[in-house]
Structures are given as structure tokens and as C-alpha cells.
């Protein structure tokens, strides 16, 4: 396996447990498949393109918000022949908004708000008070400017959600093996036994469709997994069986890989 590094993205604003972004890109900007243990908030103004969670793609419209819930892969591929505009904003688990996050992704994971005036405002005031106020005031209408956009959503009876165009019938069925047995599965030869395909076409339909090397897909989701263990206070030499690793040494090195930096440092950053 190579070493790659979770592609982490270069927000703006960090406020206590938000990340916020907006930004408006120039053509041929590119972006990786990843996941991470947060909940992310995409709020998307203008461009074309597609996003894909797992192995749901939706074309992205004119005032989309998206939802993305921890551990789901996800990407956002942008026509590179225009510009965008959009809002980007993480949540971590321990926020107050995840309640009401997890209570939409219930109904929907991507869902247009052209028809929702007030959403569309929220978002605008987050520039606004971004430029003209300290850190610490931004953080706390941040918060309240998110928690009135879920409630409005909550409430309102007309949402518009959009369709999602499926990955093959393939993928789906190893996708649904792979996190029903996330931490046992032994190799991919498992997999493949399992959905009845060769190796080799389906490390080649996994990459094409995905965006990223079935190896990497699990041990990405083992090793966030062990990134959550180690912030709730579990020690790395405990935790490495549990999250699928053979041996200390190899969830050591992969962790470093991933995160670019031991698992030993996981308490301090957080």
C-alpha cells in the first residue's frame, strides 16, 4: 500500500468545533475522494458538477445543500470548464447541531433550497459577520445561523430533494459487505468471493467508480474509526485489534501515513 495521507482541506475560519469555508474557484480546481469522522455542510451557489456519497451521485443544481454524515466517502467533481461558488463547513460530532443533522439526513441527504429564501440568507450573513466580527463573535452566530438553517428545513413541508444516479449493482453489493464487516474482513479476495468477481476487475471497477483503491476505502474507515477510539480515551496498543489490524506495528505505520502523526498525539490535537 502507498503512503497517502488524508487530503485535508485548507479552511479559513476554525471556531471550537466548526470549520468554516467559502469559496469561489477558479476552473481545473481538482479534489480528492475522502472521509472523515465530521459531519460537512456543502452549500452550493453556482458552477456544474456532480457529488458523490458512497455510492450515490447526485447533479449538483443552483442552491443544493448537501449532507454528509462521518465516515461516508465522498467527492465533489466540478466542471472544470466553469467557476463555482460554495459553502463548505464541518461539524464535529460533539456539536450541538449533530442532533438536528442526523434528524434531516433522516430525510435527505442533498436537497434543493432555490424555494427557501431564508436558508439562502443564512448563508449570505455568514459572510457578513465573518468579515466584521472577532473569531469568537463569528463562532457563536456560526452556530446560530446552522441550527436556524436545520430548523427551517425541519419544519418546512416543500422540500424539493434530488435524485441520485446509483453506482453499479457490483459496487453497491461490496460497499454493503465491506462496512457490514469493516473490522474481520481478512483481504479483498473476500470481497470478491463474496460478489462472485475476479481480483483484478474489481480493483479496476472499485478505483474507476469510487475514486479510490479498495485497500485504501477500508483502511481509511478502520483508521478514523481508531481516531475516535483515541479521542474517547482508549489506549493505541488496545485499540488497533479492534479496529482490523493485525499487528501494533502496522496500525503505527498507517496511522502516520494517514494523519502524519502517531497515534500517541491523537489527545493532545483534540
Not at 441527504?109 to 459577520?129: A, G, L, T, W
Not at 446509483?166 to 460478489?195: M, R, W
Request: charged letters at 25%; a negative charge.
Amino acid at each position: 500500500m502507498t503512503n497517502e495521507r488524508m487530503p485535508i482541506s485548507r479552511f479559513e475560519d476554525f471556531t471550537s468545533n466548526l470549520y468554516f469555508q467559502h469559496k469561489v474557484s477558479i476552473p481545473h480546481s481538482k479534489f480528492y475522494t475522502h472521509c472523515h469522522n465530521d459531519y460537512e455542510i456543502i452549500f452550493f451557489v453556482s458552477g456544474s458538477g456532480s457529488y458523490q456519497i458512497e455510492e450515490k451521485i447526485y447533479s449538483l443544481n443552483k442552491y443544493d445543500l448537501i449532507i454528509t454524515k462521518p465516515w461516508n466517502y465522498h467527492n465533489i467533481d466540478i466542471n472544470t470548464n466553469e467557476k463555482y461558488d460554495r459553502y463548505d463547513i464541518l461539524i464535529t460530532p460533539d456539536s450541538q447541531i449533530t442532533p438536528l443533522l442526523d434528524k434531516l439526513l433522516d430525510k435527505f441527504e442533498v436537497i434543493n433550497c432555490s424555494n427557501i429564501p431564508i436558508i439562502i440568507d443564512c448563508f449570505k450573513k455568514m459572510d457578513i459577520y465573518k468579515e466584521h466580527l472577532t473569531k469568537e463573535d463569528f463562532k457563536i452566530l456560526l452556530n446560530n445561523l446552522l441550527t436556524e438553517v436545520c430548523y427551517n428545513l425541519l419544519i418546512n413541508d416543500s422540500l424539493v430533494t434530488q435524485d441520485h444516479d446509483p453506482t453499479s449493482k457490483v459496487i453497491e453489493d461490496a460497499l454493503a459487505y465491506i462496512n457490514k464487516n469493516l473490522f474481520t474482513i481478512k483481504d479483498i479476495k473476500e470481497v470478491c468471493d463474496y460478489i462472485f468477481i475476479s481480483e483484478n476487475h474489481f480493483f479496476r471497477l472499485f478505483k474507476e467508480e469510487m475514486k479510490v483503491s479498495p485497500k485504501k476505502y477500508i483502511t481509511s474507515k478502520r483508521l478514523l474509526y481508531a481516531q475516535k477510539l483515541l479521542r474517547n480515551g482508549e489506549h493505541p496498543t488496545v485499540i488497533f485489534e479492534k479496529c482490523g489490524f493485525n499487528n501494533y506495528i502496522s496500525f503505527y505505520q498507517r496511522y502516520v501515513d494517514f494523519f502524519g502523526y502517531p497515534p500517541s498525539e491523537e489527545t493532545t490535537k483534540n
